[in-house]
């Protein structure tokens, strides 16, 4: 069964790279940042502005959505009743049901998987790794500087929990909300991908 793919990830843990491979052997579309240059083009806010949102999200929007709206492309984007991290968050996520409904692909972060939480078709994936496999990772693919790696590991995962907390109201780590939990540092992201493609063709 062809499947909507989205995948949440420790930084480091070769997450996206795994999508992007994931993608490329299922020969479906891959969005990450190209999420946001969507989002950005259909929505008119600056892309910078989707960036600083993933950021600093700190009130809950469910309240939001429980005055008045029950889908993401029921909402008024202009009511004053929502911030402009809201607003821009509600954009992207319009975005994000309209690719997933265009077709089988793979989605890397950025809450897809509440999103898409009720589309029969989604299957979400989790990738994680050790602390030491994610440090020596981030300093030989992402040139991060060995005396702040492990600063900055910690600062990005919190804000990606704090972002899913803020949007979803629930545990950005919570394995329970996820149909595959990989360890990258168990095996290379080839094997993984192999892996995936066969419980997923069961």
Known sequence: ????????????????DFGRKLARELGVPFY???????????SGFAEESFERAEKK??????????????????????????????????????????????GPCVIVGRCADYILKDRVD?????????????????IKEYGDPENKVGEIITKTDKSRANYYKYHVGESWTNLNNYDLVLRSDLCDIDTLVKGTIAILNN
Do not use: C, H, P, W
């Open 1 to 16: 069964m062809e499947k909507v793919i989205t995948i949440g990830r420790q930084y480091g843990s070769g997450g996206r």
């Open 32 to 42: 990450d940042n190209e999420l946001i240059t969507l989002a950005a083009k259909e």
């Open 57 to 102: 999200a700190t009130n809950s929007l469910l309240y939001s959505l429980a005055m008045g709206a029950t889908a993401y492309g029921g909402i008024d984007f202009g009511t004053n009743a929502l911030s402009l991290d809201d607003r821009i968050f509600l954009a992207q996520s319009k975005v994000i049901v309209k690719v997933a409904g265009e």
């Open 122 to 138: 989604t299957f979400n994936i989790f990738v994680r790794a050790s602390l030491d496999y994610r440090m020596n990772r981030a």
